[in-house]
């Protein structure tokens, strides 16, 4: 495969999204490329997810060694992190391979710039129905309405769309409205399919109120049509939201495992 310099822009898709990691005036022109570089890397990661070098390599155009060099500058600046990437399934022989993903701090140079003021409401809703069990019901019930009210705009699609093309059709959706997800086959796919969401725009006010992830849930497997089961989210410290999809519906209710275990909660991040 020939490579593009390293300086050189990647594909449409990569490149279309706005910068994320402003360089600072006065910078030399070498410097902003370079920076601007590393801009498309953190993008990448979170359009895709956590991702290897060789992955961000292939997306971007670009040799590994200049990847590898953005992501140690990346990893300095605690944009991104190193991980073992997560096996699905029996794991072969040697060091499972490690993949980058956004650290909060690297999250943060996109679109959450309402995250307080969204707390704030969310808190007032709770104290105003009366704290307590009563306040949590007041904001799920508000976090229900919520996203039933952004479903509408791509229930048509969804319901009009093969059994088995629902789950693409509401990763398009969900992209349009700025969650950059995918949805792919899941490891033994005769189970099913993984619906990822790479960005997740109120992850911080999820971590705070963890309603707003079951109220999606809850719209998801109404839009498909099947009980869906929710293996991660962004809000509780993990890379990707993803929702596992049963293939053939209700009767393929089988807890999907993994070797590396979900978090059983999405109640807050992982503890440090």
């Known amino acids: 495969m020939k490579y593009a310099s390293e300086d ?14 402003p360089a600072p005036a006065g910078v030399p022109a070498a410097h902003d490329e370079q920076h601007g ?5 953190a993008r990448s990661i979170l359009d895709h997810g956590p991702s290897t070098a060789a992955e961000l390599a292939l997306r971007l155009e670009l040799t590994q060694a200049a990847v590898r060099r953005h992501l140690d500058a990346l990893v300095a600046d605690r944009v991104v992190e190193p991980r073992e990437k997560r096996v699905y399934g029996a794991r072969g022989r040697g060091r499972p391979a490690k993949v980058f993903a956004l650290t909060d701090c690297g999250r ?6 309402y995250d307080k003021l969204a707390v704030d409401a969310l808190r007032w809703i709770a104290e105003s129905a009366g704290g307590g069990e009563q306040g949590e019901a007041a904001v799920a019930a508000f976090a229900r309405a919520r996203f039933a009210a952004q479903a509408e705009a791509y229930r048509e699609a969804v319901e ?7 789950a693409e059709v509401l990763a398009k959706a969900l992209t349009a409205e700025g969650y950059a997800a995918t949805a792919r086959s899941a490891p033994g796919p005769r189970w099913g399919e993984q619906l990822c969401q790479h960005h997740c725009p109120v992850a911080h006010v999820a971590e705070r109120y963890p309603q707003l992830c079951e109220a999606e849930t809850e719209v998801f497997s109404r839009l498909l049509g099947t009980h869906v089961q929710r293996l991660a989210t962004i809000a509780h ?6 929702t596992f999809i049963p293939r053939g519906g209700a009767q393929h209710r089988t807890t999907f495992q993994t070797t590396t275990a979900p978090s059983t909660s999405t109640a807050g991040r992982n503890p440090e």
Do not use: I, N
Not at 160 to 166: I, Q, Y
């Open 237 to 242: 410290g993990d890379g990707v939201c993803t």
């Open 8 to 21: 050189q822009k990647g594909p449409a898709t990569e490149s279309a999204a706005r910068p994320v990691l």
């Open 108 to 113: 943060d140079a996109f679109d959450q710039a």
């Open 37 to 41: 570089t590393r801009s498309r890397v």
């Open 160 to 166: 009009a769309a093969l059994p088995e093309e629902r």
